[in-house]
Nanobody
Framework: QVQLVESGGGSAQAGDSLRLSCDASRRPFSMGWFRQTPGKGREFVAGIRWNDERTDYADSVKGRFTIARAGAKNTLYLQMNSLKLEDTAVYYC???????????????WGQGTEVTVSS
């Protein structure tokens, strides 16, 4: 089991930046961020493999969002720059402890943190 606790959500204006954090109770194989808006399914945002920091991003956030990890602390970050109205969502942290070449597949989920972007 892996417990995940997100923090850092909140409100921002379009064009601003926010940073999300997620603390994992155990070292993961990989971790990722997803987001969900009302009436829509959960959408992959970004993922990172812990040992070599290989990353993957959704096209909608490439060049604006950066996923990173602090390995010694089992902490995941999502730096969100140039925020857009459509980035408004509940953001979820996710983790897996077993091998997968797919950085969009996870077994453990956090409770979510809200991000609201306004004009």
């Amino acid at each position: 089991q892996v417990q995940l606790v997100e923090s850092g959500g909140g409100s921002a204006q379009a064009g601003d930046s926010l940073r999300l954090s997620c603390d994992a109770s155990r070292r993961p194989f990989s971790m990722g961020w997803f987001r969900q808006t009302p009436g829509k399914g959960r959408e992959f945002v970004a993922g990172i493999r812990w040992n070599d920091e290989r990353t993957d991003y959704a096209d909608s956030v490439k060049g604006r969002f950066t996923i990173a990890r602090a390995g010694a602390k089992n902490t995941l970050y999502l730096q969100m720059n140039s925020l857009k109205l459509e980035d408004t969502a509940v953001y979820y942290c996710a983790a897996r402890r077993t091998y997968s070449s797919d950085l969009t597949m996870y077994d453990y989920w956090g409770q979510g943190t809200e991000v609201t972007v306004s004009s």
